[in-house]
């Protein structure tokens, strides 16, 4: 069982915070958990707060992966409508959808994976950060859609998540019919990686973090980075970038160290850092 060690970053609490902040596993894991006390509209002062709780967190060498989840039925109902009414003007509209798309594109730059545990229904641009997340762990009831057209407003940004997340074919359907899809569909689609029980949603999510835990920073990072940048090039420049970065990869101090465990029979002792080995044969 996952010991919690619980204390909020912010050097305030009121009733009136959109996120709760938790730590566990030596304060190696952050869990963020949206509660605006409604549907956890992501309006700008929520993106505007996880954002910047996000960027400070890329910074703490200490932490190993970020979770984040949700009070109430639902995980995010997308964007404050209350937000896009004319009488905000097209100033505030452009201000809330380009923070969103760079919070949304930091997520995947982050050093650190990012898990959505999902335990209720993401909409619109609640299902943009959901797919933009690393892993997803969702409970059976969860529900996923991106229902704009209903409102007469298409959901053309949470569709730049959604498309990179699961077949064009299953996200057009999604984007024209405006219906849900449940966790079992959203997991054979690719939208989420692991489907539990309800009750067993957030252990499952911790349950990710520590097995990333056990691993070394520096290589996660690496990993991740690669993951993403190669998805984005030819068949045949994805194995020349990946061997540059392999070879790479071989002269982290980590990456060594890892090998001489296994050979030796025993468990690594990683530094976490991009500390690299001099290449013997220039010696």
Known sequence: MFKIMYRTFSTTRSAKTLLERELYQGNSVVRFVLNDKKVNTLSLAMINELFAEL?????????RSVVIAHNGKSFSAGHELKELTTESGSEKHNEIFNTCGDMMNFIRNMKVPVIAEVNGTAAAAGLQLVAS??????????????????????CSTPGIALVRAVPRKVAMDMLLTAQP????AALRAGLVSRVVEDSEVKFEALKVAEQIGHFSRSVTALGKAFFYTQAELSTVDAYRYGSRVMVGNLKLKDCQE????????????FEHSND???DAKKN
């Open 55 to 63: 960027k400070a967190i890329d910074k703490i060498e200490k932490v």
């Open 133 to 154: 997340c690393d892993i997803v762990v969702a409970g059976k009831s969860s529900k996923f859609l991106v229902p704009g057209q209903k409102l007469g407003l298409f």
């Open 181 to 184: 899809i449940d966790s079992e």
């Open 258 to 269: 890892g090998i001489s465990a296994f050979i030796g029979k025993r468990e690594p002792e």
């Open 276 to 278: 690299l080995i001099e």
